[in-house]
């Protein structure tokens, strides 16, 4: 890998342009929380350490702090720490291929000495949670457990044998257990139950069920704002958001959700977003492309999106998360406990069950009238190469689906939160010929 | 030895034996996808339960097309057999989901069929196992297992009794007797690693009582048996889809007292509770089978290894782990510092490709680590 320069190192560290007034407001928030959070840990309060697959409302119902190990993950990495911390796993005999985006914020837990630790370092959790999805995930958690003599929970989610996809997206606020059965719900609901015994019992906070019920409901609202957001943006053109601008709108409030302060946030983002829609502003002057990215963000160089903005036109409009923040955090029902099992349930149907994952792009490009879409996807099998979340037939499916609507694509194989494996100069070329070739060239 | 050349035969063909008993006896045969999967259910309904193998080096052109992306060798590899005819013969396929990327091949085969894309083939079952310590866990094993009896009583048209259950599991209780007596002249240096990975893998392609029938002979003539003299290691990282790992350590000096992995003796443990509910005792079982790294915790996985050291008194253990196997090399350094901590030496044979006959000479590393760490 190229080694980039002193030159490079410093473009790549500037901050993308915040076009959102509140953008630092929400970062402030996020730090201003995670101290506060020190500070009850050092006083002797209780907190867990989950990832990102495991429903934060139930801890939040316990009054129960809760940091995503994929939130934390992309602190680290945005403090371009990700390189030291990784090496530092590798040093212990864990070789360097295995799951950086998971495995970061334990890392992150080896550099005691580290006098430039991200916000000070993240304290010690009393307990940890995951589930176990993709065999890595466990291995993980299991490690932070054994490490530093924590509790572990595991959650096991039942794969859905015979979703009913018909009008899928339509009915997903609603009827998701017709989607994917209920043996997927029960399932979830029996082991978020010995959750929350689990929780009682190694951390003294009392779960409360009307709570969580206030918990759903405010988190719908919130939800439902990032879902009229998305449609302002799907329908504007030039785009009022890159997604540099909408990734850390979203997903900091994500992170906090289920309280009021995320809610408000969220409505915040759509307020601002209409106004900039309604007064015609947008990323760019001359919008010629709009892009999709395809994968997890890009935690360590968020820089990367708007370049392409600065020389094409060509802006990247749709990530995961908006998207995923509509059509998956949404979800009603009259149990809470049930309904969350619906909502987690959803989540990860969208991105991973087929044909939900590629009709649900589908129907995305179409929303958002995208002209091409540049997929991250997990690299191959090399012994530097990852294959992280296994699956076959995805790119496959994916690709006959984009030839037919006319919609042409480029895998860049890029590590989200690794600046070990990125290059700069040879990815943006890649996507600035897909773009200038695949994309504006391919116009009639 | 006769009987052990038979069961090398059938180890490097594994389709020969169903073909013919499909053959010879008009039964239906089920692939079996995943060591979760109590296949003595499957028997009990008179069908023909074979293991469904990858195979390294083996052509992946029936799948390359579905499978550029994040799809790792061994999901290639099976997509592959599964495409390409290689398991024609297969009436019904029931996967588990352990390793995870197992589900992922379901929910390829279910999009494949849905969208007519895939010419006819068998009928595909998923099997959902779970394995943490969990009462929820048993509840949702049990349920698991019930259903995979309700879809095999529609396959073969017939009820599985109680008594039919039974008698599967006595038969495969059996063959794991009668292994682990071939497992203890194997620790006697009596059989070599390869010969009883070969045992191992057939019983998962024969029918039981046949199977059974070579073992016993193979008992029976144990004296015929060589011994060797090479030095005690055991075996401990990913799944050896064919010999040639092993032979490569053997060819080294070393002996393969145990192996750590799904294919060898892994499988022999624990053996099937026989006088209680027979759906309880294959949910029971099958939860807390020997523990592998895909998904099982790192704790049970140096208890199991440890274990292994103190029955079979290794020189050193040698690991061998592939690239895209993450769960497995995720423990590794775990399981190392605990052979530390005991006093016994291991070697870890690189991040290695699957079916890599082009990297670090695996028996050259070996002989090397032997005579420098070994001695």
């Known amino acids: 890998m190229q080694k980039e320069t002193a030159e490079q190192t410093s473009a790549r560290e500037q901050l993308p342009q915040k076009n959102l007034s509140f953008a630092r407001e929400n970062s402030a928030y996020n730090r201003e929380w995670f101290f506060d959070l020190k500070t009850r840990v050092e006083g002797g309060e209780p907190y867990a350490y989950v990832n990102a697959d495991v429903p934060t409302e139930i801890f939040k119902a316990m009054d129960l702090p809760v940091v995503v190990n994929q939130w934390w993950s992309a602190v680290v990495s945005a403090k371009q720490k990700s390189a030291e911390y990784l090496g530092l796993l590798n040093e212990r005999g864990y070789a360097k291929n295995l799951c950086q985006y998971c495995s970061l914020g334990f890392a992150s837990t080896l550099a005691r000495a580290d006098q430039d630790a991200p916000w000070g370092g993240l304290p010690g959790p009393t307990v940890v949670v995951s589930a176990a999805r993709c065999g890595s995930d466990q291995k993980i958690f299991d490690l932070w457990s054994r490490e530093y003599d924590i509790p572990y929970f595991t959650i096991e989610p039942a794969v859905a044998a015979h979703p009913d996809i018909d009008d899928w997206v339509e009915r997903g606020r609603h009827e998701w257990e017709s989607i994917y059965g209920a043996r997927v719900i029960d399932t979830l609901v029996e082991q978020y139950r010995e959750l929350i015994a689990f929780l009682e019992k190694h951390t003294g906070k009392r779960f409360d069920m009307d709570k969580l019920e206030w918990i759903m409901q405010i988190s719908n609202e919130q939800e439902e704002y990032y879902a009229s957001t998305r449609e302002l943006i799907a329908k504007t053109s030039p785009a009022p958001l890159n997604i540099a601008d909408q990734i850390p709108a979203i997903m900091i409030p994500q992170w906090h959700r289920g309280t009021e302060w995320a809610r408000d946030r969220a409505r915040m983002f759509y307020e601002e977003t209409r106004r900039k829609v309604e007064a015609g502003e947008g990323v760019v002057e001359r919008e010629r492309a709009r892009l999709m990215w395809l994968g997890t963000g890009l935690w360590h160089n968020l820089a990367f999106y708007e370049h392409f903005q600065r020389e094409y036109g060509a802006v990247f409009v749709w990530s995961i998360y908006l998207a995923v923040a509509s059509d998956g955090y949404p979800t009603y029902g009259d149990d809470p406990l049930r309904t969350l099992a619906g909502r987690m349930t959803k989540i990860f149907g969208i991105m991973y069950t087929p044909p939900l994952n590629t009709q649900w792009i589908g129907n995305e490009i179409r929303r958002f009238d995208i002209d091409g879409v540049v997929s991250l996807h997990a690299g191959t099998e090399t012994p530097e190469g990852s294959v992280c979340q296994q699956n076959i037939g995805y790119n496959y499916f994916l690709h006959r689906m984009l030839e037919e609507m006319g919609t042409p694509i480029c895998y860049i194989g890029a590590n989200t939160v690794d600046s070990r494996s990125w290059d700069d100069e040879a990815t943006k070329q890649r996507v600035a010929n897909f773009i200038e070739l695949g994309v504006l060239a391919a116009r009639p | ?375």
């Open chain 2, 1 to 375: 030895m006769e009987i052990l050349n038979r069961v090398h035969a059938l180890y490097r063909d594994p389709h020969s034996y169903a073909r013919a008993w499909k053959a010879q006896t008009g039964g239906k045969v089920a692939g079996c996808l995943g060591l979760d999967i109590p296949q003595e259910l499957i028997a009990a309904a008179g069908i023909l339960p074979v293991r469904v193998l990858p195979l390294p080096g083996a052509p992946l052109d029936a799948a390359r097309s579905f499978c550029e992306g994040a799809s790792g060798p061994v999901l290639s590899s099976l997509a592959a057999r599964l495409l390409d005819g290689t398991y024609d013969y297969l009436d019904y396929l029931v996967i588990a989901t352990r390793p995870a990327y197992y589900g992922e091949l379901y929910a390829f085969f279910r999009e494949l069929g849905r969208t007519e894309a895939r010419p006819s083939g068998p009928a595909v079952l998923l099997f959902d196992l779970h394995h943490d310590a969990k009462a929820s866990t048993r509840r949702f094993n049990l349920d698991s297992v019930k259903g995979l009896k309700a879809k095999l009583e529609e396959w073969s048209g017939k009820g599985l009794s109680p008594e039919s259950i039974q008698a599967a599991i006595a038969a495969g209780n059996q063959s794991r007797r009668l292994l682990r007596q071939l497992n203890q002249l194997r620790m006697q240096c009596r059989l070599q690693g390869s010969d009883m990975l070969a045992l191992a893998e057939t019983a998962n392609l024969m029918e039981r009582d046949e199977h059974n029938g070579l073992l016993e002979d193979l008992l029976k003539r144990k004296a015929q048996l060589p011994h060797y003299h090479d030095i005690r290691l055991i075996y401990s990282g990913s799944d050896t889809d064919d010999l040639s790992i092993y032979r490569a350590i053997e060819a080294a000096g070393g002996y393969i007292v145990a192996d750590d992995q799904d294919r060898g003796t892994r499988q022999l443990l624990p053996l099937i509770e026989e006088h209680v509910d027979p759906l309880q005792a294959l949910a029971q079982r099958y939860t807390r089978r020997a523990p592998s790294s895909w998904g099982f915790r790192t704790g049970e996985r140096i208890r199991y290894l440890g274990e292994l050291v103190e029955e079979c008194h290794p020189a050193a253990v040698v690991f061998y782990i592939l690239a895209a196997d993450h769960p497995t090399a995720w423990d590794y350094p775990a399981l190392r510092d605990s052979l530390e901590q005991a006093g016994i030496q291991s070697v870890r044979l690189g991040s290695r490709l699957y079916g890599d006959r082009q990297g670090e000479p695996l028996t050259e590393r070996i002989r090397e680590f032997l005579s420098r760490q070994v001695g």
